[in-house]
């Protein structure tokens, strides 16, 4: 029973690179969202989806894009990665009848030098 | 805007003391409020939660009420242990679209 898969789990950049997060979730959730997390700072939310085909800015979204291409999955790119980025990513997701209940990925761990 | 506002940690107890994390927060409308649990290298999940007014969440021994008159959904335990040591998050919904407005986050750490 896999629930929320982020790959990779840790990841070093230098600046001005790009890399790519992935999540997958196997319980046929139709809300996927991209957090991240930064001491002092809680969870804050970067992009989101509603559904297959469909993304939208959260409450920090600049220097990211992302993608939904298939249900199952929600990709978060960094175009060119800066060391503001440096933090720990959370995905997560939530079926449509449910409220509030994210099922949340283990994180992935990126640094930026 | 909506916000969470929860006190700032760390908390610091001894094993079976009573705990109290406080969370207050600002909406429009009527939002569902939900207390979630970080262990160390893990992922959030879940506490427990409260979708209206009055209602009481509870779990493994954690409760908090949703007091509409006071915007507040404080977390409580009775008597620590060892194993609750975590990260506790307060978080609000509301809307079409499931986004959570989490709190920045309160440290416990208990000993034994």
């Known amino acids: 029973n896999a629930g929320v898969t982020q790959t990779p789990k840790f990841r070093v950049l230098k600046t001005g690179q790009s890399m790519t997060l992935l999540c997958a979730q196997d319980m046929n959730h139709e809300y996927m969202y991209w957090y991240r997390q930064d001491p002092g700072m809680g969870l804050r939310l970067i992009h989101y989806s509603v559904g297959e085909g469909t993304t939208a800015k959260g409450e920090v979204p600049d220097g990211y894009n992302v993608s939904r291409l298939k249900k199952q999955n929600f990709l978060l790119g960094l175009e060119s990665a800066a060391p503001s980025q440096t933090s720990v990513y959370f995905c997560?997701?939530?079926?449509?009848?449910?409220?509030?209940?994210?099922?949340f990925g283990e994180g992935s761990r990126l640094t930026v030098l | 805007g909506n916000s969470v506002t929860q006190m700032e940690g760390p908390v610091t107890l001894s094993e079976e003391a009573f705990l109290t994390i406080n969370c207050t927060y600002t909406?429009?409308?009527?939002?569902?409020l939900f207390w979630y649990v970080q262990y160390p290298g893990e992922g959030l999940q879940l506490l427990l939660k409260?979708?209206?007014?009055?209602d009481k969440g509870s779990n493994k021994g954690f409760e908090a009420t949703y007091r509409k008159e006071t915007t507040s959904f404080h977390l409580e335990k009775g008597s620590v242990q060892v194993s609750d040591s975590a990260v506790y998050f307060c978080?609000?919904?509301?809307?079409?679209?499931?986004?959570?407005?989490f709190g920045t986050g309160t440290l416990l750490a208990v000993q034994p």
């Open positions: 409260a979708t209206k007014a009055d």
């Open positions: 997560a997701s939530i079926g449509d009848r449910a409220i509030g209940e994210l099922f």
């Open positions: 909406a429009t409308g009527y939002p569902s």
């Open positions: 978080a609000l919904s509301g809307g079409a679209t499931n986004k959570l407005i």
